[in-house]
């Protein structure tokens, strides 16, 4: 079965400290795609970045980078220079190729940073 | 900016009544998407619409149904709420399937209680 799993329900971090968040898939496609995004408190579900599996190099989006593994699967979010404004919970997600457009989602990691 | 509006952020809703969650997208998107999200359990698909009048169900459709009479509006109905269907529930629209040119855009959410 097709599944993500995000290991860290919560954690804190200092800020300016870079933050890497967990995210282990399991799919036999060869074609898929990995997306993050972050729920901030008033809910809405911001993308923040998307990875594909062919895609040769690691994505980058500003502080955002994705630390991708294909062998190991996993596709860890590592923020950079953390800011308080990034607390928040952070959602890992995999579309299949052939997914009929549903996106499996991990259960998300709650990253609070203090000053 | 894509713009996703749910028509309400908080619902209080009684045991038994009938409840519509609205959801208005401004950028012509084809597909729309309900989800309903629970601490732990990430978000999972409810229904999902790839055209006007045309509708799929997602990973837990049981107690839920929805209507696309116009493309830039996707209605989820609860046809007699019960307590197990407090959640947050969260309405996306996409270009197309979902990928790093086509993300899925969200909502603020609607935060429904059933007492």
């Known amino acids: 079965a097709q599944k993500i799993t995000q290991t860290q329900p919560g954690m804190f971090v200092q800020e300016k400290e870079a933050v890497t968040l967990d995210c282990t898939y399991d799919t036999s496609d060869q074609s898929y795609g990995l997306f993050w995004y972050k729920q901030p408190s008033s809910g809405e579900m911001i993308f923040l970045i998307y990875q594909g599996s062919y895609d040769e190099q690691n994505a980058t989006e500003g502080r955002y980078s994705l630390n991708f593994q294909k062998a190991r699967k996993s596709a860890n979010l590592v923020i950079s220079a953390s800011q308080l404004g990034d607390s928040a919970m952070y959602f890992c997600a995999m579309i299949p190729w052939d997914s009929n457009y549903q996106l499996i989602w991990g259960a998300g990691t709650k990253l609070i940073i203090k000053p | 900016d894509v713009k996703v509006t749910q028509s309400s952020r908080y619902l209080v809703k009684r045991t038994g009544e009938k409840v519509f969650l609205e959801c208005v997208q401004d950028?012509?998107?084809?597909?729309m998407f309900w989800y309903r999200q629970d601490p732990g359990l990430g978000l999972r698909l409810i229904y999902f619409?790839?055209?006007?009048?045309?509708?799929e169900k997602g990973d837990i459709p049981e107690g839920y149904s929805v209507s696309r009479e116009k493309k830039e509006r996707f209605s989820l109905i609860l046809e007699s709420a019960s307590t197990n269907q407090t959640s947050m529930y969260l309405c996306?629209?996409?270009?197309?399937?979902?990928?790093?040119?086509?993300?899925?855009?969200f909502g603020n959410g609607t935060r429904l209680t059933v007492t």
């Open positions: 619409s790839y055209d006007v009048k045309m509708k």
């Open positions: 950028m012509d998107h084809e597909n």
């Open positions: 996306a629209s996409s270009a197309t399937e979902a990928s790093g040119n086509s993300p899925l855009h």
